[in-house]
């Protein structure tokens, strides 16, 4: 079977997932709200893919490597002073009180060691997923449906075509 219309139809999807990830990540969220991107680097890690394969049709949507512990939340591990200290020197909008980078690495550092990552999710994540489903769902399933109710239309037609030959 051809998936014309249903490749359009998950590009589009993928088109406007994309954009409304990136949107999540640069909004400002949590008490004190700030981004959830210091560098830059997630949002420029989002990007979408829709391929054929084996008879069938699909679309990835791939992220740094960090983007599930920005989206459900680290939970505790260990990680270095200097990555620490590494990205408050990337992240644009950090607020230094009262310590030097070098000690705020280290207090933080410690408190992912103790509690995890996103403190001020209550270390729940950005639920970036969570509020595309809910916000999108509806659309991405007609959207789909629509797609490939088309492509059987045209391959239902064809079939139809080449026995009406045969006859």
């Given at each position: 079977m051809i998936y014309k219309f249903s490749s359009e139809a998950l590009n589009r999807v993928r088109s406007k997932l994309e954009k409304a990830i990136k949107e999540q990540i640069e909004k400002p969220l949590g008490k004190p709200a700030i981004r959830?991107?210091?560098s830059g680097n997630l949002k420029r890690s989002i990007r979408g893919v829709v391929f054929a394969a084996k008879d069938s049709i699909y679309m990835n949507i791939y992220g740094a490597s960090y983007f599930d512990d920005i989206d459900k939340g680290g939970?505790?591990?260990?990680v270095s002073e200097g990555t620490i200290l590494q990205w408050i020197n990337n992240k644009?909008?950090?607020?230094?009180?009262g310590n030097s980078k070098k000690v705020a690495a280290k207090n933080?550092?410690?408190?992912?060691?103790e509690s995890g990552t996103i403190k001020r999710?209550?270390?729940?994540g950005a639920e970036i997923i969570d509020y595309l489903d809910t916000t999108y769902y509806e659309w991405i399933t007609k959207e789909i449906y629509n797609g490939y109710y088309k492509d059987l239309e045209v391959e239902l037609d064809n079939l139809t075509k080449n026995v009406n030959k045969q006859s």
């Open positions: 959830l991107d210091a939970s505790p591990k260990n644009r909008d950090f607020t230094l009180i933080i550092a410690n408190a992912i060691r999710f209550n270390y729940g």
